[in-house]
């Protein structure tokens, strides 16, 4: 069975940084897209940022870039969001994602099939 599970999440002021970390386990997705997504309140699920395999390319959404970097540890199983900077619009559940498909890149929700349970990152102002 495969599971994607998050951790790092939690209050923040203003301007503070928090760094997630997703592992995974019961596969490999070393030749696998990975990536960050999150919901606010009232909001649908919107792309944060992005991994293809062996960390060669990232997207960012645009009201990311520059404060947060995504990366990976294929030896770890493990996916990261640093996330500096941060903006009480920030505040949302961010899922981890992982496409089942090898050696696949989208940027869309509906093409990742593995999902975290999700962790609360709130910013104050």
């Known amino acids: 069975q495969v599971q994607l599970v998050e951790s790092g999440g939690g209050l923040v002021q203003a301007g503070g940084s928090l760094r997630l970390s997703c592992t995974a386990s019961g596969r490999t997705f070393s030749s696998n897209s990975m990536g960050w997504f999150r919901q606010a309140p009232g909001k649908e699920r919107e792309i944060v940022a992005v991994?293809?395999?062996?960390?060669?390319?990232?997207v960012y959404a645009d009201s990311v870039r520059g404060r947060f970097t995504i990366s990976r540890d294929d030896a770890k199983n493990t996916v990261y969001l640093q996330m500096n900077s941060l903006k009480p619009e920030d505040t949302a559940a961010y899922y981890c994602?992982?496409?089942?498909?090898?050696?696949?890149?989208?940027?869309?929700?509906?093409?990742?099939?593995?999902w975290g349970q999700g962790t609360q990152v709130t910013v104050s102002s």
């Open positions: 991994i293809t395999w062996g960390g060669g390319n990232t």
């Open positions: 994602a992982a496409d089942g498909s090898n050696y696949v890149f989208s940027i869309k929700t509906s093409e990742y099939d593995y």
